[in-house]
Each structure stands twice: as C-alpha cells, then as structure tokens.
C-alpha cells in the first residue's frame, strides 16, 4: 500500500511539473505575442508623430493644396484614435499617399532637403510596421503552435489560454493591397 502511494504520488508531482512547464512555456509565447502587438503600435506612433512635421513642410511650398493638408491631418487624428484593425489606419496611408504625391507636383518641394528627409524616416518607418507585422505573426504562430501541441491542448485551456489572431488586413485594405500599384515615369 505504501508503494503505491509513493508511485501516485510521484505521478502527481510528475503530472504537476509537466502542468507548471507548459505553463510557463505559453506565458512566455503570450508575452511575445503582446510585445508584436506593442511594436507594431509604437511603429503606428512614430508614423503618427512624423506627420505634423511632414504637412508643415509641405505647407511652405504648397499652401494652396488645403485640402490635401487638411484630409491629412483629419487622417492622423483619426487614426490615433482608432484601434490597429481600424480602417482608419489605411485611411491614413492613403493620405499620406496623396501628400507625398505633392512632391511630385512641386519640384521645389521635392527638392526640399527636410522633405526628404521626412520622406525617408516615413519610409522607413513603413519598413519597420511591416517587420512588426511579421514579427507578430510569427509570435502568434508560435504560441498558437504552443498551445495547440500535445500535451499542452490538454491543459491551454483550462489554464487560460486562448487563441490568438494573426494580424490581418482589414476590408479596408484589402482592396488596396489587392490592386497593382500605379507606376509612372
């Protein structure tokens, strides 16, 4: 009787280990998952913070062009607001489009040496958005893969544990992303 009371409870410790391993195992992958989903906002924020200083410059050189401006700004502050899955954010994207297109318009602007520069950093923070997507990705894909492997979906649940979503383009974007881009010389 004594044995097997030691062997059940061996078992229990040995089941209760297992059970701490993989939770802990699914908080890291968790964690990795909110960090994507942090920088893809930080990315958002930079991007949101670069604007004002992008309509200011272009205000110098194409004052005139209000409307232009004004949709920009009405963009941004909308989608500072919004969630990440918004359309407000592809509502941006196509503002800035048009924004940047000005530089085309005007030679003096696209000269500009500060309007360069902001172009670049832009660029370059839609580079580093895009990188945070997949960094995501590839972190819910993990923890996803985590959650959903033996012996880990016998206990994910019960634990807490719930699916996480890939980030996806909205409705919005899709029927942007879906279209060849326009490319003149």
């Known amino acids: 009787m004594t044995v097997v009371l030691i062997a059940l409870g061996i078992a229990v410790l040995a089941l209760l280990l ?53 949709a920009v700004i009405a963009a941004r502050n909308n989608a500072a607001q919004g969630s990440v899955q918004s359309g407000d954010e592809q509502q941006l994207r196509v503002a800035l489009d048009r924004l940047l297109a000005l530089g085309e318009a005007y030679p003096d602007l696209k000269a500009s040496a500060n309007f360069q520069e902001l172009q670049s950093e832009l660029a370059d923070t839609e ?22 492997s033996f012996p880990a979906v016998l206990f994910a ?29």
């Open 18 to 70: 297992i059970v701490v391993g993989i939770y802990n195992r699914l908080v890291g992958l968790r964690q990795n998952v909110k960090q994507g989903v942090a920088d893809i906002d930080a990315q958002l924020r930079q991007r949101h913070d670069l604007i004002p200083n992008l309509v200011e410059t272009v205000k110098g050189y194409a004052s005139h062009e209000q409307d232009t401006l004004d």
């Open 127 to 148: 580079d580093k958005l895009a990188a945070a997507r997949r960094a995501l990705n590839a972190a819910v894909s993990r923890y996803n893969t985590g959650r959903e």
């Open 157 to 185: 649940g019960a634990l807490g544990f719930q699916e996480a979503d890939f980030h996806r383009l909205d409705n919005s974007e899709k029927g942007t992303v879906d279209q060849v881009p326009k490319i003149g010389f």
